[in-house]
């Protein structure tokens, strides 16, 4: 096994051992770049298809993207998943090859191992030793390749939440086949795979534009909403993960049944949306980022859904092993997992009467935490926050957004929350957040110093904001805004929303509490010199620089 997709991976180099940093053990991790390798093959043949006019039919596609998001850290620990999964990436690739024939397409260029290997489960563990990240030698070949892929996943995560609601985009689809393959290609040069990775940033802000088509087209703009940190007197049932379709299906099934509904860590965004505020039995948010689960769910009493990642293996003793349900993407072994019927629905019914026989949470905090900053939201305040950045009232914003994560380095972000001056707005979005969603740190003429857009894929929504400043105030380049990037990263849905942040021009991007062990030095230096990205010092250090002191 070699992972270094994550910021925790072993020694910031590489996890090789038995298990990963995140539990990981080798035989998933092989298996899950055998079916990479699988989907490279099946993208190989998708493209000779679509050079006739041909285009892979919708399951194919949609299970090309949830391929690649079981793949995401923390998304799936199940070896029997993507055993299946691979068997059945094979058919896949092998049905579109037939049809790419049958359109008449010139097939013998497609020689990779990839595009022809046919073995059976059985010889699926020795296979994959052989196609994994090390594959490719040239280190920084190996860097600009799987940051590409790693741009990929998240995308197809993005894309995937868009498509339970019914929203897609061939052009993301193709392109995700297009670059795939052409990390197989070994006649790109190290430009050529640059503009790959910008090009996969581009996809980016489509899949989060996409996303947020979706979600606010079905559920509403999120708006400014006070969240319940406490915990009720009925039995509850907690929800993580990011799949507001499946929120949604949770809270109608449960509705009447005395059991209310929490959210978890990237979910408590769905607390600002007006089509489930309405719900009397959506209680609030329990608990904190996905790391804090082992002890948050012991408190929790009641049973857990994980709609997507984060999930942490629990440990040996846990008292909360028979009450976690898993559903779309994501999986742990003896977790059980709720499948979609043919007609798209989830039925929840077993999760609902598993909570009726459960005690109701033990509080662990009390008060109320306010969020729904979104573009639409913000926006409708621009009148106030110009004023405020006009009158010197604010004088920096500083985009906080990404992930959380359970190394001790992070306690970076709290201290430099605790440390921006009076005069500084955080814009978050992700799990990043909980570092220091919960300070007191007041607010400027009623604009809370933290304002909270959503999830990760919300960075869409800063992204807008930073726009909507820019032609505000008539600059030319979104550079030019009071605006300071610091950007936490776990998984790598952060890695796309980075990419898509340097696609649209955002300089001088720090990037911690590591920089990812993926760049090669030579890649890290092309980030440095044509973006300016930096990693972070100390938080003193830090707030000088941003602040220009
Ligand atoms: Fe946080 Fe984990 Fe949002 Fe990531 S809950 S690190 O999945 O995607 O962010
Ligand atoms: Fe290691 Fe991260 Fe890969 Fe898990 S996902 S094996 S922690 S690099």
């Not at 539990?23 to 006739?52: C, P, W």
């Not at 070896?79 to 999964?85: A, G, I, L, N």
């Not at 009076?422 to 007041?442: E, F």
């Not at 092309?526 to 973006?531: G, I, N, Q, S």
Request: charged share 25%; aromatic share 10%.
């Amino acid at each position: 096994m070699f992972c270094y997709q994550c910021q925790e991976t072993a020694m910031n180099k590489g996890c090789s051992m038995k298990v990963g940093v995140c539990g990981k053990t080798e035989e998933v991790a092989n298996l899950q770049d055998l079916l990479i390798y699988a989907l490279k093959g099946i993208s190989l043949y998708s493209l000779k298809l679509r050079e006739k006019g041909g285009v892979p039919e919708e399951d194919e596609k949609r299970f090309m993207f949830e391929s690649l998001f079981a793949t995401i850290t923390n998304a799936n620990f199940d070896k029997d998943v993507f055993v299946k999964r691979i068997t059945r990436a094979f058919e896949i690739r092998d049905a579109i090859k037939a049809r790419a024939a049958a359109a008449g397409a010139d097939l013998s260029g497609v020689t990779h191992d990839c595009a022809i290997w046919n073995g059976t489960p059985a010889e699926y563990d020795a296979k994959a030793e052989t196609v994994g990240v090390l594959a490719t030698e040239n280190e920084d070949v190996r860097s600009l390749r799987e940051l590409t892929i790693y741009g990929l996943k998240g995308v197809a995560a993005y894309g995937s939440h868009a498509y339970h609601l019914g929203y897609k985009d061939d052009e993301i689809f193709a392109f995700a086949e297009k670059a795939l393959a052409a990390t197989l290609d070994d006649g790109m040069s190290a430009d050529q795979l640059v503009a790959l990775v910008m090009e996969t940033g581009k996809f980016g802000v489509d899949v989060m534009a996409l996303l947020d088509k979706a979600n606010t087209e079905t559920y509403g703009n999120p708006e400014i909403t006070s969240v319940k940190i406490g915990a009720g007197t009925n039995p509850g049932i907690l929800i993580s993960g990011h799949d507001l379709r499946d929120m949604e299906a949770l809270l109608k099934q449960t509705e009447g049944t005395g059991v209310d509904v929490y959210t978890h860590s990237e979910m408590l965004p769905a607390n600002y949306y007006p089509a489930f505020k309405k719900y009397s039995h959506f209680y609030g948010n329990y608990g904190n980022a996905w790391w804090k689960q082992k002890e948050e769910f012991e408190s929790f009493n009641g049973p857990v859904l994980f709609t997507t990642n984060c999930i942490v293996p629990p440990k040996a003793d846990a008292t909360y092993r028979d009450r976690v349900f898993t559903t779309g993407a994501c999986g742990f072994p003896g977790f059980k997992h709720i499948e979609e019927a043919a007609d798209g629905s989830k039925d929840f019914s077993e999760i609902i009467e598993l909570a009726k026989k459960c005690a109701a949470p033990v509080e662990i905090e009390s008060g109320e935490i306010v969020g729904g900053f979104a573009h639409n939201q913000v926006i409708a305040l621009a009148d106030k926050v110009i004023d405020a950045v006009k009158s010197g009232a604010i004088k920096k914003f500083f985009v906080m957004a990404g992930c959380d994560g359970r190394m001790k380095n992070r306690e970076y972000y709290t201290e430099f929350a605790k440390a921006l001056p009076n005069d500084t707005v955080i814009l978050t979005a992700g799990c990043a957040k909980y570092r220091y969603n919960k300070l007191p740190l007041g607010d400027i003429g009623g604009i809370p110093r933290v304002l909270d857009a959503g999830q990760c894929n919300d960075s869409y929504s800063l992204v807008k904001i930073a726009l909507a400043l820019k032609d505000a105030f008539g600059l030319e380049d979104v550079n030019e805004l009071p605006i300071a990037y610091n950007i936490a990263w776990y998984e790598q849905k952060a890695v796309i929303v980075l990419l898509a942040l340097l696609y649209l021009g955002v300089k001088n991007i720090h990037l911690g509490p590591t920089l990812p062990a993926f760049l090669s030095p030579n890649v890290a230096k092309v980030l440095v010199e044509t973006f300016g990205i930096a990693g972070i010092g100390t938080v003193e250090d830090d707030i000088k620089l941003f602040m220009g002191m």
